[in-house]
């Protein structure tokens, strides 16, 4: 039995609160407003202190012991600089996207087919389609990102050895979140987010849409989840619909961590995305789409303390992880597909940009030239970029380059190292041995790889390769 069992229906919150209780909400809410408004004008103001300190973004209370998960850190999280919250130490916050589709509640009616994108309920507490382990450390102005496949194979205290992403269904974010602590060598989670998948959607289009480069056509149907996918492929501005679609698309040979990956370069370009002037306008929409989909336990001050942190990160500072490991084998366990986590690897990233030592996974990894998995990626339609990179870094020592699997159908004008399983200093020295490249740790590159090389324009320019003329692809 789980610990905390949900139910399947609306939350409480929004269908059983009693009239004092939403008026306490609307209470906190329009002080929130007021806070905004403040702190556009230029200052907090003494009388704002009990808005800094409550939760208005919070769904329910926790119980004590739910509490507890996000507690093992006594010291607070932020302090005042001339005002201003600020992060004080690092913060490790569990973000969780979470789906339920409308054909799954008990009251579901039939739909037509083929007229809607799958219809999810505004519900929080369904399987986690998305879970990302976030620390934002103020020491290094570095943030670490780790997605966590949703079909990796974990134990969850109370349900037993499962995939992951039952742990939010199972018993909401605390249970997620002491899952993820234990999973990774105790790591303390200071606090959650969680919010679904209509509110991204809406979220998305209250920003204007996002930019971004989409690889390869995407197109999918199944009518029982009345989930159909249609994008082409190509830079394009992908709104509310089209960006659920990119991030749900599962459905290539890659399956689960071919989404993880799509994550995390929705994510990158989502952060390199300024904010527009005009967007100042649409601040009254996003808010009232973040009070009605999120559920976070974090307090307003502490929002305001990671939005000031955030607002200053340079491109280079973002780390990107994915949890590393390998698909099972038909058959492994009972036919059940599962990501089989490699815990000597994790171990290292933990240990690298989270400050975690997992004991009983310590030993050192091999990560000379010789033993490094390097695979070459072409940007361009053109095999004597990749050809000369094989050669050169053979005789530097690197012993396992291979291609990459697919082509990066984007020409790129620079070159990307990354740094695939997390290892900025293996993929820095090789930066250095190939004279170029802009370092990226992230998990987009190829998945069978230590280090994928993303070969750009100036490669072929400094190696006098000709480039030859590349059709555009067509935006959608």
């Known amino acids: 039995m789980a610990t905390n069992p949900i139910n399947l229906g609306k939350s409480d919150l929004t269908n059983k609160s009693s009239p004092a209780k939403k008026f306490v909400f609307k209470q906190k809410w329009t002080l929130f407003v007021v806070l905004f ?21 919070q769904q329910r209370q926790l119980s004590s012991d739910e509490a507890a998960v996000f507690n093992k850190n006594a010291n607070g999280m932020t302090s005042a600089i001339a005002g201003v919250p600020t992060l004080s130490r690092p913060v490790n916050i569990l973000v969780l996207g979470t789906i339920i589709l409308t ?18 309920d505004d519900n929080l507490n369904g399987m986690s389609d998305a879970m990302l382990l976030i620390r934002f450390d103020p020491a290094t102005q570095k943030v670490a990102v780790l997605s966590i496949p949703r079909d990796s194979r974990v134990y969850i205290q109370g349900v037993g050895t499962t995939k992951i992403n039952f742990a939010n269904y199972a018993g909401g974010a605390s249970l997620s979140a002491q899952t993820v602590s234990q999973l990774l060598g105790d790591i303390p989670i200071d606090r959650y987010i969680r919010f679904n998948v209509n509110g991204f959607g809406k979220l998305i289009d209250a920003l204007g849409g996002i930019d971004l480069y989409v690889p390869k056509k995407m197109k999918y149907q199944d009518d029982s989840q009345h989930l159909y996918i249609n994008l082409n492929a190509g830079q394009q501005k992908l709104n509310g619909s089209k960006a ?26 989502f952060i390199d995305q300024k904010l527009k002037p005009e967007s100042i306008t649409k601040f009254p ?14 307090s307003v001050e502490e929002v305001l303390a990671l939005a000031g942190y955030t607002s200053k990160l340079e491109r280079s500072n973002v780390q990107m992880h994915m949890a590393p490991g390998r698909f099972s084998n038909p058959g492994e366990f009972d036919n059940l597909s599962y990501w089989i986590l490699d815990n000597r690897r994790l171990a290292k990233i933990m240990n690298q940009s989270f400050g975690i030592m997992k004991q009983a996974d310590a030993s050192p990894v091999d990560n000379s030239p010789s033993n490094l998995r390097v695979a070459i990626q072409d940007s361009l339609p053109q095999p004597e970029g990749s050809k000369k990179a094989t050669t050169v870094l053979s005789k530097l020592g690197y012993d396992q380059v291979f291609p990459a699997s697919d082509r990066w159908s984007k020409p790129l004008a620079k070159t990307q190292i990354i740094a695939q399983n997390g290892d900025r200093a293996s993929a820095e020295k090789l930066r250095d041995a190939m004279g170029m490249g802009e370092v990226l740790v992230e998990s987009t590159g190829d ?10 324009k100036d490669w072929f320019q400094a190696n006098n390769i000709p480039i030859k003329p590349v059709k555009p692809t067509t935006k959608s």
């Open 447 to 456: 998945i069978e790889s230590d280090i994928t090389v993303r070969l750009g």
């Open 103 to 120: 054909s799954d509640l008990p009251d579901a009616q039939s739909k037509p087919k083929g007229k809607y994108l799958a219809e999810v």
């Open 37 to 57: 408004v403040a702190l556009l004008s230029g200052g907090l103001g003494a009388g704002l202190a009990y808005v800094l300190s409550s939760r208005p973004f």
């Open 244 to 269: 659920i679609q990119y991030m749900r698309f599962r459905h290539d040979d890659l399956g689960d961590i071919g989404r993880v990956q799509r994550q995390q370069a929705f994510f990158r370009a």
């Open 285 to 298: 929409e996003v808010l009232s789409i973040v009070k009605d989909n999120i559920d976070t336990n974090l």
